[in-house]
């Protein structure tokens, strides 16, 4: 390949600008720039795409699958850019051009097709799959309205749609030719001809599903693997034919039915949203995929029976679980096999991860509802669940395990163990996660399969999320580690570690810090009018609102301190600032309680003299993946608090690390992997470890006790009820924590049993933290230790382990 300089990529945008919106770089907008740019980096990656494709075929190469109702890409243009190579000619380009490069990489949209961690996992995923040289392609739904956008008026948080496609499209390629049809309702009907048994779906409604295809470039390769979106359209815009026949509404109903399917995200985070439109919406795309696998697969090998040799199919939580009776429906209806080959393919393709142990976000669905909506699917979950059951009775004899272990009872379809049944693998996310997994939440499947249990622990794109988003790390760390070799060997940083006692070094680690935090406190100013200082402690919790995570348990510390601030204005000495980003799921009234809260103890703090230059606390509205992008490189504490045993892994922790941050964290998910790497000296660890939650909740857990025994604690509590100087009171919250509301037991997250330990080791943190030069060494040690936080290192496992697939 003839390598692609400045002036190329000059030609190129010009061009481009030319034949796609009839402008010179002179007239074209910002937003006309960023869309060029994408569509000259898209022409780049589709040539790829055609060849890694072809290879893959020629070479008759087993394809991953990677079925994901949620992919949070972000931002594309400089990660292609930089993946690509072409960041630097990128910037000239549009610099030559009379562009400001940070201006258009700035107005490009967040592709926010998730919720949280589940989906960034996937995207982070999506990149070393395929800079691994993995043949792979991603499937999901092509959303109009990704997560909404938050805003924050008066304290409470407000929705607002995210309308990313209006300038996010231009990363997408539709094939309109490669459209598969789903059909919905109807009923089953099976007829003998010339001796075979046909069995059809008929009068079902059917809704057309577009894909839309998204490149995804690899780092350092030629290699382009796909994400493919769906898109739903009705099969006609208006059925004339209905309408004829005087069917007005049901016409219209049908063009309603498709086009809602993919309209919105639902924005549910480790929640189960039992609606039906969520359900059409997870039969679609895992209908639309299989067809297309399907159709794929027998075009090029004419057969379906050695499907499983050529093909895995990996299902990112349950969300996508129907696949395994509709790869059944396609063996049996469409191939022509019988239920045991049928039966024998599919155990053989599908493997299936778990991502959370919380019992309200395990999928349940509604028997009637599957019947009625996919009536040949719904025949098929009954005869998988039969058979189940009777090997699982046949193993056990234990009518209590067959309950617990069945696929439909109680007028319920219950997908996790339909996942367990149909899949050859189920995998946790870290390795706390999967033993509870094996001896909790699983535990009578494991004990009948143990061979189909693993761990693979997550990781984050490093090369995003360390090199790309923090330049100045980067720099260091090519400067000690003799070059950019981390970025393929993420072990590399290693090397660090060698450096703990070298002064120098540690002091531009330092001073790294410190113009990142710079950096943020301008961002911030401009963008939200809020004054940071940049000398303060920059001590984060950014991730999902809920409960389990605890962000209410930091909010009961930051009163602590503001009270001590009362009593004595010299009690704080080190300006420290508190910064929170978090989404509630707009159905879930405590977690935007919880939020008001944190901006009513702003504001207070805010006004309050005698906090000046020593607390504050600012609470960044729509938090999401470009805002992280900004603040991990300017992070120093990262809060990763949740109860022992709630959070699976946690993959922000991981990104906090990589920039150097220091913990301040429970013994919860990923955090446990991280402390056998770190050792007790360079984490704040706290709190109580998950086998003793369990413990506290088996002997009696009266949160009351402590509140009567601890007269900070006490105190804190208190002004729940008073609340603060915008006069709203948080008497609901007080209430919850002491006695329960409905329906939850009082702390059911143990706030109060961890409070003491949590004010100590921040304590600890702080005092640390005047030593700037252990401070320093410590982050090194973060930043050494974090290369098997790495997706690749992961995505070489489930390679290795799971998929058997060969890797880079
Ligand atoms: C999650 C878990 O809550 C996280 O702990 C985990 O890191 C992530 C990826 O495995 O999956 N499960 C889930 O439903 N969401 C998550 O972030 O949204």
């Known amino acids: 390949m003839t390598p692609i300089t400045t002036q190329t990529l000059e030609n190129a945008l010009t061009a481009k600008l030319m034949v796609s919106f009839g402008k010179t770089a002179a007239e074209a907008t910002d937003g006309e720039m960023m869309r060029a740019s994408a569509l000259v980096l898209r022409d780049m990656m589709a040539l790829r795409e055609v060849e890694t494709r072809q290879k893959a075929r020629q070479q008759h190469a087993r394809q991953v699958h990677y079925l994901s109702l949620e992919f949070l890409m972000g931002r594309s243009l400089m990660k292609n850019a930089y993946n690509l190579g ?26 926010a097709l998730g919720n949280g961690g589940l989906g960034r996992l996937a995207a982070c995923y999506l990149d070393s799959m395929t800079t691994l040289e993995i043949p792979a392609t991603g499937y999901s739904i092509c959303y109009e309205l990704g997560i909404f956008k938050q805003k924050i008026v008066e304290g409470q948080q407000v929705e607002l749609p995210d309308n990313w496609k209006d300038l996010g499209a231009a990363w997408l390629m539709p094939k309109p030719a490669e459209t598969q049809e789903v059909r919905f309702g109807g009923t089953v009907r099976e007829f003998w001809d010339n001796g075979h048994l046909h069995i059809v779906n008929e009068d079902a409604t059917v809704v057309q599903a577009v894909p839309c295809d998204m490149e995804i470039a690899g780092y350092g390769t ?215 997994l094996k001896k909790d939440v699983f535990r009578d499947a494991y004990g009948m399969e143990p061979w189909k249990f693993r761990n693979v622990t997550n990781g984050i794109d490093h090369r995003r999320w360390l090199s790309e988003i923090n330049p100045g790390l980067d720099g260091l760390i090519r400067d000690l580690t003799g070059g950019d070799d981390y970025l393929l060997h993420p072990q590399a940083l290693k090397k660090l570690d060698d450096y703990a006692d070298d002064a120098s070094v540690l002091e531009r680690l330092g001073a790294i810090k410190r113009a990142n935090k710079a950096a943020f406190a301008a961002h911030a100013k401009k963008t939200r009018g809020v004054e940071l200082n940049p000398d303060a402690i920059f001590d984060v919790q950014v991730k999902r609102l809920h409960e389990y995570k605890r962000q209410l348990l930091n909010v009961l510390h930051i009163i602590a301190l503001y009270q ?134 088996r002997e009696g857990y009266v949160p009351q006790r402590l509140y009567n025994r601890d007269p900070v604690l006490h105190r804190c509590l208190d002004a729940l009820r008073t609340g603060f100087r915008d006069g709203v009171r948080y008497d609901d919250l007080y209430q919850r924590l002491l006695f329960g509301a409905g329906g939850s037991p009082a702390d059911e997250y143990f706030l109060l049993a961890d409070f003491q330990a949590y004010c100590q080791a921040e304590k600890r943190m702080a005092e640390t933290y005047r030593d700037q030069t252990a401070w320093n060494r410590m982050s090194l040690h973060n930043i050494a230790r974090s290369g098997v936080f790495a997706a690749d290192r992961a995505v070489a496992e489930y390679a290795d382990n799971i998929w058997h697939v060969p890797h880079k």
Request: hydrophobic residues 40%.
């Open 86 to 111: 072409l960041l630097p000619q990128l910037r000239e380009a549009l610099e030559h051009l009379g562009f400001k490069a940070a201006d258009i990489f700035e107005i490009e949209p967040d592709a």
């Open 222 to 436: 030629e290699h382009v693997n796909v994400l493919r979106l769906w898109d739903a359209r009705s099969t006609q815009p208006v059925d004339m034919s209905l309408f004829s026949r005087g069917e007005y509404l049901k016409a219209a109903e049908d063009e309603a039915m498709a086009e809602t399917i993919a309209k919105v995200l639902y924005p549910e985070d480790n929640h189960l949203e039992g609606k039906s439109l969520r359900l059409k919406q997870q039969y679609f795309f895992v209908s639309a995929t299989l067809q297309s696998i399907a159709a794929k697969h027998t075009e090029l090998y004419g057969t379906m029976k050695n499907f499983h040799e050529k093909n895995v199919i990996q299902i990112n939580d349950t969300h996508p679980a129907l696949v395994i009776p509709e790869l059944m429906r396609i063996l049996i209806d469409d191939a022509g096999m019988d239920w045991d080959e049928a039966w024998d393919i599919t155990t053989r393709s599908v493997a299936y991860t778990n991502h959370t142990v919380l019992s309200e976000a395990l999928e349940r669905w509604p028997q009637s509802l599957v019947e009625f909506l996919l009536p040949r699917v719904w025949q098929i979950i009954l005869e998988i669940s039969r058979r189940w059951q009777k090997k699982v009775e046949d193993f056990y004899h234990d009518p209590k395990k067959t309950e617990k272990m069945a696929i439909v009872w109680g007028g319920q379809v219950r997908m996790a163990n339909l996942c367990i049944a149909g899949g050859m693998a189920v995998n946790g996310v870290s390795g706390l996660h999967s033993e509870i």
């Open 564 to 697: 001590k601030l009362q009593d004595d204005p010299n009690a704080i000495t080190q300006p420290h600032t508190f910064l929170f980003g978090a989404k509630a799921a707009p159905g879930y009234a405590v977690a935007k309680r919880i939020i008001r809260l944190i901006n009513s103890l702003a504001d207070q703090i805010d006004h309050d003299p005698i906090c000046r230059d020593k607390l504050q606390v600012v609470f960044l509205e729509n938090y999401r993946v470009s805002l992280a992008e900004q603040l991990m490189p300017a992070s120093e504490v990262s809060q990763q608090i949740s109860t022992a045993g709630k959070e699976a892994s946690g993959t922000g922790n991981m990104k906090f690390m990589m920039n150097g941050a220091l913990t301040v964290g429970t013994l919860d998910g990923a955090n446990v992997e991280m402390h056998d790497l770190l050792g007790d000296e360079n984490m704040f660890l706290f709190g109580l470890r998950a086998d003793e939650v369990e413990q506290l909740k």
